[in-house]
């Protein structure tokens, strides 16, 4: 069985299974690029670790 990151899942709910469901990226990854490679792969946010709660409430108040 295939591993997926989230970068890949991320690709394929949006575009082989069409899903619109709100994606969160939740990482230690926090250069530029990341982000960037976050939105290219159909995230809707890019949060890095640790996580200040905060900013994660503000993510899921733009999405509701």
């Given amino acids: 069985m295939t591993q997926l990151n989230?970068?890949?899942?991320?690709?394929?709910?949006?575009?082989?299974?069409?899903?619109?469901?709100?994606?969160?990226?939740?990482?230690?990854?926090?250069?530029?690029?990341?982000?960037?490679?976050?939105v290219d792969a159909g995230m809707n946010f890019h949060l890095t670790k640790p996580v200040v709660m905060s900013e994660l409430q503000a993510a899921i108040d733009k999405l509701t």
């Fill in 6 to 38: 989230g970068l890949d899942a991320a690709r394929h709910l949006r575009e082989q299974l069409n899903v619109s469901l709100p994606i969160v990226a939740l990482t230690a990854n926090a250069f530029s690029e990341d982000t960037q490679a976050s």
